[in-house]
């Protein structure tokens, strides 16, 4: 017998132990790696949460955690998982306290009940799902500090704790010292919107807009955070602040909430540019939109992605005008301040 066996045999005769406890075969540690989310994909499925997430106790005695896969037995199974989830995610991603980082301020008490009501749908359980699959990794790396009173309690014949009221919150020791301890962040920042990194989500204190301000279209809340994650680690980080990558993102990521919430899809994606500061992009039509003026001249085939090019003029400002057609000669100071791109049709509406 391995000595691995052993020790759970010997883990099984401690009190109030049953052997059924330590037999962790049917518990999965996480994947080894991520992959990107195909959201649509997930909520076609009829649970979006995962395998409940359970700790076992490894040879050493020491605490380590997995998934179960088998689905819920009902509704209230999968609210219950969904919920563990939120709950590590509010004791180790959502910044709630001030930190060190000079743009990373806590997240609000109304930022925090939204995000937990999207933790809940079933967008957000997919995205809350990959961010606790980081936790159980990071944990069984032992780059998480945990209640080792709680865990010998349970070892003792107590009952077994959820990981989230296990972990403190904190990187332990090794964590703190290791290379690839990166720890997704959920926090605020001092205006309106969203925005992401790879390993950030960024909420805007000031909310959401009730409506798109160039197109008009109501705004879901849901679907912006899900579009956020969409250019975080968790689905293509390479896509932000690119024309095409967004409309890509909002076709992948921000379409499939919107539809599922009974909103309309988004068929323009439109990109403000900020007056006066030249973006820098990886996206060599996009440079090439932001020169239209030189040469050599857009083609409309070079085009065939971009639903227009809208530019401001001196003669009236505040006022958008397509900036391909036809000006009169004074209008040669326009600035160009948007650019629309056409989103891909989603599969689930062009199948109905």
């Given amino acids: 017998m391995s000595p691995g066996r052993t020790a759970l045999l010997l883990l099984a005769l401690l009190p109030g132990l049953p052997l059924a406890e330590a037999q962790t075969e049917s518990i999965q540690p996480p994947p080894v790696t991520r992959g990107p989310v195909d959201l649509e994909r997930e909520l076609q499925a009829p649970w ?7 700790l076992h106790a490894a040879a050493d005695g020491g605490p380590r955690a997995g ?5 819920p037995a009902d509704a209230g199974g999968e609210r219950a998982r969904r919920a563990e989830q939120f ?7 959502l910044v709630l306290q001030p930190r060190v980082a000079p743009l990373a301020l806590p ?19 997919v995205w809350f799902r990959e961010m606790a699959d980081d936790t159980l990794r990071l944990f069984n790396q032992g780059y998480l500090e945990y209640d080792a009173a709680l865990w010998r309690a349970y070892l ?10 296990l972990i403190t919150g904190r990187l332990s020791e090794a964590g703190l010292f290791a290379q690839d301890a990166a720890v997704f962040r959920i926090y605020a920042y001092d205006g309106m919107g969203s925005m992401a990194a790879a390993a950030s989500v960024r909420m805007g204190r000031k909310g959401f807009r009730c409506q798109f301000s160039m197109s008009g279209e ?17 689905g293509d980080p390479r896509s932000a602040g690119q024309p095409l ?4 993102t909002v076709a992948r990521y921000e379409n499939p909430v919107r539809l599922r919430h009974g909103f309309p899809p988004r068929l323009v994606y439109y990109l403000r540019i900020e007056p006066g500061r030249l973006p820098v992009t990886r996206d060599a039509l996009f440079a090439r939109v932001l020169a239209w003026r030189e040469q050599p001249a857009l083609r409309l085939a070079d085009l065939d992605p971009v639903e227009g090019l809208y530019c401001e003029c001196a003669e009236a400002p505040g006022a958008l005008r397509e900036c391909l057609s036809p000006r009169p000669a004074e209008a040669g100071a326009c600035e160009l301040r948007w650019v629309a791109v056409r989103v891909e049709t ?7």
């Fill in 67 to 71: 998934r179960l896969p088998s689905p």
């Fill in 245 to 248: 990558g967004e409309a890509r």
């Fill in 346 to 352: 989603p599969r689930s509406a062009a199948s109905e």
């Fill in 87 to 93: 709950a590590l995610a509010r004791k180790l991603n």
């Fill in 48 to 54: 979006q949460a995962g395998g409940e997430i359970l």
């Fill in 107 to 125: 997240l609000a008490e109304d930022q925090v009940a939204l995000l937990e009501r999207f933790a809940h749908s079933d967008a957000g359980a």
């Fill in 156 to 165: 003792e014949g107590g009952p077994r704790p959820p990981l989230s009221a």
């Fill in 218 to 234: 109501a705004v879901d809340p849901f679907a912006i955070l899900s579009h956020e994650f969409g250019h975080s680690r968790y």
